[in-house]
Every structure is written in C-alpha cells, then in structure tokens.
C-alpha cells in the first residue's frame, strides 16, 4: 500500500528503512485471498519478532471471520444494588439576608421576593396582578380624583418618592415635588393635581392613637417634630425558628403565619420603615399605601381597611418594623422604656384619606403591648421560650 511505510505501525517494527519497502495495494489484495492473511509478510513477521521478545501477555491472535468482542458492560443481573450514603453529621446554617417580604412569601402571601435571601429594598406597595398590574388609571380616566390616579407599582413608586422628599426636608413645595416625581416615572403631568391633593390630605389629617403613651398627642405629618424617611436597619437574627414566630404572634391575638414551620434562620433581617416620626416625646411607624380598595369613600372606611391589612399580611410588617425600632431606640435612647417612648403603627391609606374625616377614613392604627414586641425580640434573639 503506498505510503504505508509512513504509518506508526511501520515505523515502530522497521524504523526509517522501511521507506524503500512498498507494497502496493494489488499485492495486499492477492496475498489476502490466496492465504486468508490481510498482513503483508514482513509486516506479519515483524510483529510475531515483537511477540517474542515480550511477556506471554502480548500475542499475536488470527481473528476469524464475523468475530464479535465481548460486551463492554456488565449483564443486567449483575448490577450491584446502589444505595444514597448518609450524612452522618449536621451542617451548620448559613447566615443569610432575610425580609419581611421573605417571611411573608414563606407564609404563602402572595408578595414579590425570590427567596430567603431577597434583597430588600426601601417599601414599595406589592399589587395584586389581578386588580392593579396595569400602568394605567384604576377605573378610567373619565374622572381625575383620588380613586383614578394611577394604580400599580409605578404610581406607587412615584407617591412614595414624594412623601420620602417632604419627609426629609427638601426645600421645595408639594407641586413641585409631585410634578419631579411624575416626570421620573413617565406619569401624565396632568395628575399632578390629584397627587398634590393625596399627599396634601395626608400631611394635614390629625393622626391620633388610641391606645399608649400617644393618646391625646395627635401630631399630623406637616408638623411632626422628628422624621426619618425610609429608615434602614438590619436586625441581628439568632436561629429564628418561624414555627415559634407563629406561635408567639398567635399568642398575642393575631394571625399564625408559620404554623407547621420549624426551619430556622441565621443572619439578619432587613426592612426599610417609610417613616419613622417623633412627636412630644413618643415614637411612631407610619407605611404609606397606595392600594386601590374600591371607588367610594366607604370603601376606606375602617371595615375596608382592616380588611386589606388582613389579606396582604400588613400586621406582620408593622410587627417586625415596631421590633426593629424598639431595639434601635433601646440602644440610642437614655432611659427607653417602650410604655413611655413606643406609639405604635399608622398606616396610611393615601386613596382614602381625608382632613375632615380624621382617623375614620384611610387610617389604620395599632399599638402591640410589651409582651408582644418582646416575645417577637426573643424570637429574633434565638432564646423565645418554647
């Protein structure tokens, strides 16, 4: 065969000398039909040298025509038995990111995070995709009020940039602020009387607790005395077991989100307060809420309020806000007691609110006694009584 001498086999039995030796192929066909041997003679005798210079495990074997190699797996009925190995010792947790949006997902309210460790980002209004998932106006642009504005998570957004610069003492009037915030997220400017009309009702409705050291020191939000927008704070979480969480809410009168629940976290929890407010002495949590619960006055009346704080799972929220802001002023505040100093929770219902009506229209107000807010801090703690 020509070239043949090129081949490794070649150059392995013969070296460079074999250069000269070709064969052509016609030889190669008549030496394998007159003896049954494919190997030209040289070749063959080469190899059978090799052979013998070498243990008995190399040979030289003739093949028989329509020889089949044995097969290369093993039969079906000689499979050992495979079995899972066992971990036979406990890892331990990870620190992680947590967030009420996180716990609230794992409670199975229908919010917006990824997982335990969704990176929380300052409170925006979660819309249920089945009333509020359209950028567009509630129920029509037939009429501009309170009830049409925009609803969905853009409006929202854009509500609460507002509030969150006049919160934090920018130097420029309710218009201007609304028209900055309806052009940065691409609402008509033609709102912006409904929305200085929201945040104007809202500023001047007297806010009065019912129960605490805040009772008969209403403040409204134009004349608070201390304001902290968008407060940040990462509260320390020491083997939070969720099942004992649910336990200590429901021990305390409200819902058991975590019933069933034993995993535990390590890490922190993270949240963002839309305002922190001090007036006379006493420590508020305010969360602005631009959900739309109808069309009607009545449907923000305290019955409609009470309902939508029910069905998104609000309590926890303010719950773990009033935790966080109990630990926080326990480190900052000389002489804190949480009787004296904690007001409780306002939650404003921006579509309803109302100067005239007060705390009958678009409010929603609660104070957790001491026990509460330190069961809770006990279970952050990882040291709640089970």
Same mark, same amino acid.
């Given at each position: 065969i020509r070239s043949t001498e090129n081949a490794p086999l070649a150059w392995l039995l013969y070296g460079r000398e074999s250069a000269s030796e070709e064969v052509d192929a016609a030889t190669v066909v008549k030496i394998a039909k007159t003896t049954g041997e494919i190997l030209p003679e040289p070749w063959r005798a080469g190899l059978d040298d090799l052979a013998s210079r070498c243990s008995a495990d190399i040979?030289?074997?003739?093949?028989?025509?329509?020889?089949?190699?044995? /097969?290369?797996? !093993?039969? %079906?009925?000689?499979?050992?038995?495979?079995?899972?190995? #066992? @971990?036979?010792?406990?890892?331990?947790?990870?620190?992680?990111?947590?967030?009420?949006?996180a716990l609230a997902h794992s409670a199975g309210v229908a919010e917006s995070p990824n997982d335990h460790e969704t990176v929380e980002q300052p409170d925006r209004d979660e819309v249920?995709?089945?009333?509020?998932?359209?950028?567009?106006?509630?129920?029509?642009?037939?009429?501009?009020?309170?009830?049409?504005? /925009?609803?969905? !998570?853009? %409006?929202?957004?854009?509500?609460?940039?507002?509030?969150? #610069? @006049?919160?934090?003492?920018?130097?420029?009037?309710?218009?201007?602020?609304?028209?900055?915030?309806?052009?940065?997220?691409r609402i008509d400017a033609q709102w912006?009387?409904?929305?200085?009309?929201?945040?104007?009702n809202t500023r001047t409705t007297l806010l009065v607790a019912a129960k605490g050291p805040g009772v008969g020191k209403g403040f409204c939000l134009e004349h608070v005395e201390r304001a902290v927008p968008e407060m940040e704070f990462h509260l320390?979480?020491?083997?939070?077991?969720?099942? #004992? @969480?649910?336990?200590?809410?429901?021990?305390?009168?409200?819902?058991?989100?975590?019933?069933?629940?034993?995993?535990?976290?390590?890490g922190y929890l993270r949240g963002f307060i839309d305002l922190v407010a001090g007036h006379d002495g006493v420590w508020y949590v305010l969360?602005?809420?631009?959900?739309?619960?109808?069309?009607?006055?009545?449907?923000?009346?305290?019955?409609?309020?009470?309902?939508?704080m029910r069905e998104h799972r609000y309590p926890l929220q303010y719950l773990l806000y009033l935790t966080a802001l109990h630990r926080y002023l326990s480190l900052?505040?000389?002489?804190?007691?949480?009787?004296?100093?904690?007001?409780?929770?306002?939650?404003?219902?921006?579509r309803g609110i109302e100067p005239?009506?007060?705390?009958?229209?678009?409010?929603?107000?609660d104070r957790p006694d001491r026990a509460c807010i330190e069961?809770?801090?006990?279970?952050?703690?990882?040291?709640?009584?089970?």
């Amino acid at each position: 065969i020509r070239s043949t001498e090129n081949a490794p086999l070649a150059w392995l039995l013969y070296g460079r000398e074999s250069a000269s030796e070709e064969v052509d192929a016609a030889t190669v066909v008549k030496i394998a039909k007159t003896t049954g041997e494919i190997l030209p003679e040289p070749w063959r005798a080469g190899l059978d040298d090799l052979a013998s210079r070498c243990s008995a495990d190399i040979g030289i074997v003739d093949l028989e025509l329509g020889y089949k190699s044995p /097969p290369s797996v !093993r039969p %079906a009925d000689v499979r050992p038995e495979l079995t899972v190995r #066992r @971990l036979g010792r406990e890892l331990a947790r990870v620190r992680q990111m947590s967030s009420y949006s996180a716990l609230a997902h794992s409670a199975g309210v229908a919010e917006s995070p990824n997982d335990h460790e969704t990176v929380e980002q300052p409170d925006r209004d979660e819309v249920d995709t089945t009333e509020e998932a359209e950028e567009t106006t509630a129920q029509g642009e037939s009429v501009r009020d309170a009830f049409t504005f /925009p609803a969905g !998570r853009r %409006a929202g957004n854009c509500l609460h940039r507002i509030f969150e #610069r @006049l919160d934090g003492g920018q130097e420029e009037s309710v218009e201007d602020s609304c028209r900055e915030s309806l052009a940065r997220y691409r609402i008509d400017a033609q709102w912006v009387d409904v929305a200085r009309s929201l945040v104007a009702n809202t500023r001047t409705t007297l806010l009065v607790a019912a129960k605490g050291p805040g009772v008969g020191k209403g403040f409204c939000l134009e004349h608070v005395e201390r304001a902290v927008p968008e407060m940040e704070f990462h509260l320390p979480l020491e083997g939070l077991d969720r099942g #004992r @969480l649910g336990e200590a809410l429901a021990e305390h009168g409200y819902d058991n989100l975590f019933a069933g629940s034993r995993s535990n976290i390590d890490g922190y929890l993270r949240g963002f307060i839309d305002l922190v407010a001090g007036h006379d002495g006493v420590w508020y949590v305010l969360d602005y809420k631009s959900n739309w619960l109808g069309n009607r006055p009545d449907d923000y009346r305290p019955g409609g309020v009470s309902k939508a704080m029910r069905e998104h799972r609000y309590p926890l929220q303010y719950l773990l806000y009033l935790t966080a802001l109990h630990r926080y002023l326990s480190l900052r505040l000389p002489g804190y007691d949480y009787d004296e100093h904690v007001g409780g929770a306002f939650y404003l219902f921006l579509r309803g609110i109302e100067p005239a009506a007060g705390m009958d229209r678009g409010v929603y107000f609660d104070r957790p006694d001491r026990a509460c807010i330190e069961a809770l801090d006990a279970c952050f703690r990882g040291s709640a009584p089970r």
